[in-house]
């Protein structure tokens, strides 16, 4: 049995320790194969997010051995593409269980290739870890991480030397290198001290600088210094550089959840250490009433991503989605760039394919040019990379909560973002208004946009086969109608064409290949169907918009396009 042969190479390796050896014999004797299975049935790919899984043991699993071989064969590639050159990487990790240990074995191969590391001495956010690549001339750089997955999981993101997250034709080859190491026993786990230089502070006061620099309303801070927000870290690593960020802007009434604050890699306060998840702000909400909040703000274990609450025009606490803060981001950042002259021409934005085209529409007023990518923050990165020294990017987004504002950074940034979002809310409450007023007002303008997101989740070997055969029945039967609505154009970013279903026509879209579908009705409804890069799921995105006669009958248009996405969701099934 292939599987069984591949498990006997792990035991025959002289570099992998006794314990576990003897977890996967143990694993080979059992009369039930299915653990095995799901440990050796196919090696850890980069995926959206890097490398990342369930830690255990196993190719299939995250643990010393695979983060030892991904560290290998990006040192290999760094060697190869950067010979002669001096190289050095740059290393952080969050607070996950395990976390400090890979980013210690990471340091130590890359420092057994001969490659200089500079390693965090302690956990660091993911955005501080992109800015130090770019800040210490890094060829490379690491983040331990699993983001917002759920305490099994761990991870590894792997960077360039833009400071943004591996994209092709890097990540491929980074493979292809780790796909040539025939035996955990050519990984060089054995160190060289002498190339690991510990770095913190240094790195953190020039990164909070920069992120001082973004600063659009100062007049309005200093006016709402008051403003009275609470704060959570999540037991991650936002606790770190969130609350000094925003001493830094000038916000003095800042409140942290003190059940989140201390690192804990069992994240013992949440169900998923998630944003996007109501339940993990519950604790926030609740100091948020007790001391009558402006303005609630969370961040993920490894501060990349941020979801917000606000006071909705009943005097509750309503939070935000994505899509929701990301509008309100991109509209403050025009607008102020508008109001301060800097709007020369040459400015855009950039969003992915699944994110609200409420930004298209904002953009579009501001005379500033927007790009879609694909999902993934990485290709927003890519497109920095691309206009870098022709045209000035702002600010960006995806409706997964994670935002970037100025390319000093090159990945999602939420301790910039929670400093910009706290001015933004400062700066709406010295106009006299509120964040969800003003949402309001966009909405007025702009045109109302709504949109969901379903998951299903499928784990394992089978899960996945059953996410291919779903994606295989969408392609090859789309639906017909939705919502009421005529399925006009079908997008399939996989065979990069866009048909039209009407005429039967189709055409050739300038993407990446990607396996993803769009189906977008006649009355402009857009629903998208994606594996996740990073999760055992299958993700529909939902997106359905209304023009707003009046600020009057707001809540009845959010309840009419409810009741749409809600049909839309049963005519696929969900």
């Not at 604790?283 to 303005?295: F, G, V």
């Not at 939902?542 to 809540?555: H, I």
Request: charged share 25%; hydrophobic share 35%.
């Amino acid at each position: 049995m292939e599987i069984v042969e591949k498990a006997k190479k792990w035991l025959d390796s002289q570099k992998v320790d006794q314990e576990t050896k003897n977890a996967i014999q143990t694993m080979i004797n059992s009369d039930d194969q299915s653990e095995l299975t799901e440990c050796f049935y196919k090696d850890l790919e980069f995926g959206t997010g890097g490398l990342r899984g369930i830690m255990g043991h196993g190719s299939n699993r995250i643990n010393k051995y695979t983060v030892g071989m991904a560290t290998q064969g990006l040192a290999n590639y760094l060697n190869e593409n950067f010979a002669g050159e001096e190289i050095s990487v740059a290393i952080a990790h969050d607070s996950r269980n395990n976390s400090r240990f890979f980013a210690e074995t990471t340091a130590a191969v890359f420092s057994g290739n001969g490659i200089k590391v500079f390693l965090f001495e302690d956990l660091r956010p993911t955005p501080e870890l992109s800015f130090a690549i770019r800040h210490l001339g890094c060829k490379s750089g690491v983040v331990l991480t699993a983001s917002h997955n759920p305490k099994e999981y761990n991870g590894y993101k792997a960077y360039w030397d833009d400071g943004a997250q591996i994209v092709p034709p890097h990540d491929k080859n980074v493979i292809t290198e780790v796909g040539n190491i025939q035996s955990i026993d050519e990984v060089k786990f054995e160190g060289n001290k002498d190339l690991i230089q510990p770095i913190g502070k240094e790195i953190d006061e020039v990164y909070l600088e920069m992120i001082k620099s973004l600063s659009l309303s100062q007049d309005a801070i200093e006016k709402e210094k008051d403003l009275k927000i609470v704060f959570s870290g999540i037991h991650g690593t936002g606790s770190t550089l969130v609350p000094p960020v925003l001493k830094k802007f000038g916000f003095e009434n800042v409140t942290q959840v003190e059940e989140q604050v201390e690192p804990d890699g069992n994240f013992p306060t949440v169900v998923y250490p998630n944003p996007e998840e109501a339940e993990a702000l519950s604790l926030a909400l609740k100091k948020a009433e007790e001391i009558d909040a402006d303005l609630v703000m969370a961040t993920d274990p490894d501060s990349d991503r941020v979801g917000i609450a606000v006071k909705n025009d009943k005097g509750a606490f309503q939070l935000m989605n994505g899509n929701q803060t990301g509008s309100l981001l991109l509209y403050y950042l025009l607008r102020k760039w508008q109001e301060n002259g800097k709007l020369t021409g040459k400015e855009y934005v950039v969003k992915t394919i699944v994110t609200t085209d409420l930004i298209s529409r904002i953009a579009e007023k501001y005379d500033v040019t927007l790009y879609n990518t694909l999902t993934g923050f990485k290709y927003i990165a890519e497109v920095i990379r691309d206009l870098e020294g022709k045209e000035q990017f702002i600010g960006g987004g995806e409706e997964s909560y994670g935002y970037l504002i100025g390319d000093s950074v090159r990945d999602k940034d939420a301790i910039a973002s929670c400093a910009m979002i706290a001015e933004m809310a400062a700066w709406a409450k010295s106009e006299n208004t509120s964040l969800y007023d003003l949402l309001k007002q966009i909405h007025g303008e702009f045109g109302l946009f709504q949109e969901s997101l379903k998951s299903l989740t499928k784990t394992g070997k089978s899960g996945a086969e059953e996410i291919n055969e779903l994606m295989v029945k969408f392609r090859n039967d789309p639906p017909s109608s939705l919502g009421g609505s005529k399925v006009k154009t079908l997008i399939d970013y996989k065979s990069c064409e866009e048909k039209d279903l009407v005429s039967g026509v189709s055409s050739k879209i300038n993407f990446p290949s990607s396996n993803v579908l769009q189906f977008i009705t006649e009355d402009g409804s857009k629903i998208s169907v994606r594996p996740s890069g990073t999760e055992p799921k299958i993700k529909f995105y939902f997106s359905v918009n209304s023009a707003v006669n009046d600020l009057e009958s707001y809540d009845q248009t959010v309840e009419k396009l409810q009741g749409k996405t809600n049909k839309i969701m049963e005519e696929l099934g969900l």
